[in-house]
């Protein structure tokens, strides 16, 4: 996964506050039929304080306006009453669909308005049974080995020239890593490539083992910048299709073997074990399972790097995010991800949170997308181009207010003494 | 806490390998009645079959002798068949006894014979459920306010001159930080005090407050330093009063103030919160207190740094180190530390394991108190001058062999924005 986000808004409280607003729409609405104004104004501010009061002006097209109390920085209008009160009756999913159809619309900066909701409803001091309360209605698609191939085509092989328009020279469609915040994505890309070789130190002649490969950015990286053999997996078709004949014309197919299947497959012993931005993907249940893979391809002096997606704290995955971007995808905490080394006895050197490299790499995903708004409307309806936007535009809000946290996570076999002796050799 | 080890062995299997060797020792004694030689090679055969095997030759005095599979790096004597009986009816616990009493003794290098024991008995990819088994049958002493006094009373009220003898100038009592490998003991831990105060970013004026704060040392550090005021928590009342003393003497108590109080009583609000080698006697069921205290000392921009022995996955301490030198102590798991964090939605920034760091400063403390013999001699009896030393050593191995980390949590509030873009910082 390269870029989830909670959604619009986190997604707590979901079943319970649309039941009780769907029984009181009921009631107001004969209270006040002869008031549809006030009914409006009604059901915006309930709208607003579901949101937990972001400073955004609220309105019904061409009908009544909810004011912030505090001076807003944006303004969203719904196309009708009957939009409103459907929403309302199951905001977490439907505000996203209503933005793709255009029955919900957004005045002022998209990404400003993204982050105003994530501050106004942060979970912040909430109690912790609150949010494990909201764990235990979460369902995803499950991800067995037919689940994570169904839920990766689902996304990833919606065309490579679509992904092409955006992602900038690299193709690496997970978070960068900028060395200054002024440099490029290509730079960032390049230099997040070099930060995770670094990580794992690799030397000329090792070999690698690459678990979720992408369209193939970092095995070549990692070969034609440090000498390694790598064999790199995925299960999207269209990926690997591209990943491989990259390599063919780049002269690093020898070096290279990309391999159309399942991480659960891997087998052999390598040097290192490298994962970048497919944790998301892989569910917590199944993370004993990857870390055992990861255990049994090293040696005695084996290091390990997982980049994910992550979270303060496990929660749910936003309902909308989860049904119309990413199936089966589930960003975790830290304590879920220590799944995958502690019943193995490895050891965890180093993590690094990167989310704020992830809210700018976001936002020049986002420039390039919508600079290539005539070629995506070309490929796809105005529906989906909204729809990408909205992915985009609330990733970046999702990281920027802390909502997300990208974590790399360097690990070695439990005796490995070959440590460096401080982390100073990846800084010079 | 300082150092401790999982003992001179790791502590898994405890009460059933102690009932079912002791079941075996009456019915072989029985029947081998005829031939001492013969009952004593079987005991020492149990003795290393519970170690693993390790490379060491086990003996009784005058007696029995069993050879090592592989070339032995040392050999252990037992004063007596009794005694070895005894032992082995509970070996986690008596063998440290044994040797403080001098019924066990150790040819050959300790670290290396106590390091050959670690690997032989690491629980590698032994299946989760048996360690889980083994901490349900774990019961330390309580660490509630009165408990946690009498804990920390126990082994930091020794003594101030006793530490002195092999802590070095600085009197820290917690893992140093070897820019090199080469660097002195001294220079070690005044790099620690830096790379702490680095990390939380100190800028002159600011407000830190330490949880646990032993002699004082980092406290005095940050306010000669960085120029910033400390609050500084700690229950060891000998420890307070030499703090006192020492910040009085340097001209710093105007700036740094040493509570004799318990961390539960923290209060105020703090630009930064420190933790060094605290948290291995606050004890797990604490940890979401420690974390909401630590969440409501920082304001929005607030950062925080934790430092502890910590291990790859949770696991009771071993019953002699936890008996005879640290009530009460637990080293946790990643997976519990993050009950410190996840409740409050504080975001980990930073993760660094400084395991090898600890056993080089073991080793360097280990020099020292061998070298102060005579002078501790001078204060304790024989068995406290073994206790310690088998507490020093047993504790290099530990972090020389991976079964104990060091960790270093970085970590601020969830919108915290005003973060450093790379860790460069820390390295230049």
Not at 169 to 172: I, N, V, W
Not at 260 to 264: P, S
Not at 415 to 423: A, E, H, S
């Given at each position: 996964m390269s870029a989830s986000d909670e959604?619009?808004?986190?997604?707590?409280?979901h079943n319970e506050s649309a039941r009780s607003v769907a029984q009181s729409v009921a009631e107001t609405a004969a209270q006040e039929s002869g008031d549809a104004r006030s009914t409006d104004r009604w059901l915006l501010k309930r709208m607003s304080s579901f949101l937990g009061d972001p400073p955004i002006e609220f309105a019904v097209r061409g009908g009544a306006r909810v004011r912030a109390t505090s001076a807003p920085i944006g303004r969203v209008t719904f196309a009708s009453r009957a939009m409103l009160v459907s929403i309302l009756a199951d905001p977490w999913l439907r505000i996203g669909d209503a933005y793709s159809d255009g029955s919900l619309t957004v005045d002022g900066d998209l990404v400003a308005v993204l982050e105003a909701v994530y501050r106004a409803s942060?979970?912040?001091?909430?109690?912790s049974w609150l949010r494990r309360a909201a764990d235990l209605t979460h369902r995803s698609r499950a991800n067995t080995l037919r689940g994570s191939r169904d839920n990766i085509h689902h996304h990833y092989d919606i065309g490579n020239e679509f992904y092409s328009l955006w992602l900038g020279?690299?193709?690496?469609y997970t978070c960068a890593y900028y060395p200054?915040?002024?440099?490029?994505l290509d730079e960032a890309q390049t230099a997040k490539m070099h930060h995770v070789c670094r990580k794992v130190r690799l030397k000329a002649g090792e070999s690698v083992v690459e678990a979720g490969c992408g369209w193939g950015t970092l095995a070549l990286h990692m070969a034609r910048h440090y000498g390694v053999r790598v064999r790199a997996f995925n299960i999207s078709h269209q990926q690997i299709a591209y990943a491989r004949e990259r390599a063919a014309r780049e002269g690093l197919a020898g070096q290279v073997e990309y391999v159309?299947?399942?991480?659960?497959n891997i087998s052999g012993h390598y040097d290192a074990f490298v994962s970048v931005g497919m944790l998301e993907h892989v569910g917590v249940k199944n993370y004993p399972t990857l870390g055992r893979i990861a255990r049994r391809c090293l040696g005695s002096n084996g290091r390990g790097l997982i980049h994910s997606i992550g979270r303060n704290h496990p929660a749910r995955l936003q309902p909308w995010i989860e049904k119309r971007i990413f199936p089966g995808a589930y960003p975790p905490a830290l304590s879920e991800m220590s799944q995958i080394f502690e019943p193995w006895d490895l050891s965890v050197l180093d993590v690094e949170n990167l989310r704020l490299h992830y809210a700018q790499t976001l936002r020049h995903w986002l420039e390039l997308y919508e600079a290539a708004g005539q070629r995506v409307r070309a490929m796809f309806d105005e529906k989906f181009v909204r729809m990408w936007r909205l992915y985009l535009a609330g990733s970046v809000a999702a990281f920027s207010t802390g909502t997300l946290q990208l974590f790399q996570v360097v690990f070695a076999t439990a005796?490995?003494?070959?440590?460096?002796?401080?982390?100073?050799h990846l800084y010079t």
């Open positions: 959604g619009l808004i986190s997604g707590r409280k942060t979970m912040g001091d909430k109690p020279d690299t193709m690496a200054t915040p002024t440099a490029t159309e299947d399942d991480y659960r005796d490995n003494n070959d440590l460096p002796w401080t982390r100073a």
